[in-house]
T-cell receptor, first 119, second 111 residues
């Protein structure tokens, strides 16, 4: 089945540094990728929708200048947490949508997630 | 925007028991996801279904589109089934939208 690779799986960084998380679709073209965030003991929440070749669409309350999303190709989207602070410590997960045709349902495949700890 | 309710929030059962987790949503959808999240956070997609019933090993998922309700069943439960089970539906009902997630059901299967 389709696979989404997310890297790194875990990152620890100092406050003020930037962290880049990659999400790759390995055997399909993903026109749309999604980035989610999960704080401890809370639901996963959609942060932004990333479309190849265009600007990402951010959910209300998500700072687009802090969470930079780049979807430069049909198989890669990156999320960069700029000037990370301890409150950005969270579990970040991406999913990629495989377009099956105009009338078919898009299937989403999930990366394994990245646990970010900002010291 | 879709709203998702899952029940129960926590469930502890003995090995071998039949497990049922329920999910209700507010807006008609194209498909519903059942996900399994392990303690480290990693997520595994169990099912995506839009009608009827799907089975994979000891896992069974059903959905009733008219009632906007889905259930996940685990037969002959085992301690390795212990995880958080999450249902997710498209935000606005369509197929190319981001997902709204339930709060999850924390399942513990005791030996």
């Amino acid at each position: 089945g389709a696979v989404v690779s997310q890297h790194p799986s875990r990152v620890i960084c100092k406050s003020g540094t930037s962290v880049k998380i990659e999400c790759r679709s390995l055997d399909f073209q993903a026109t749309t990728m999604f980035w989610y965030r999960q704080f401890p003991k809370q639901s996963l929440m959609l942060m932004a929708t990333s479309n190849e070749g265009s600007k990402a669409t951010y959910e209300q309350g998500v700072e687009k200048d802090k969470f930079l999303i780049n979807h430069a190709s049909l198989t890669l989207s990156t999320l960069t947490v700029t000037s990370a602070h301890p409150e950005d410590s969270s579990f970040y997960i991406c999913s990629a949508s495989e377009e099956l045709g105009r009338l078919a349902k898009n299937i989403q495949y999930f990366g394994a997630g990245t646990r970010l700890s900002v010291l | 925007k879709n709203e998702v309710e899952q029940s129960p929030q926590n469930l502890t059962a003995q090995e071998g028991e039949f497990i049922t987790i329920n999910c209700s949503y507010s807006v008609g959808i194209s498909a519903l996801h059942w996900l399994q999240q392990h303690p480290g956070g990693g997520i595994v997609s169990l099912f995506m279904l839009s009608s009827g019933k799907k089975k994979h090993g000891r896992l069974i998922a059903t959905i009733n589109i008219q009632e906007k309700h889905s259930s996940l069943h685990i037969t002959a439960s085992h301690p390795r089934d212990s995880a958080v089970y999450i249902c997710a539906v498209p935000n606005s009902g369509g197929g190319a939208d981001g997902l709204t997630f339930g709060k999850g059901t924390h399942l513990i299967i005791q030996p």
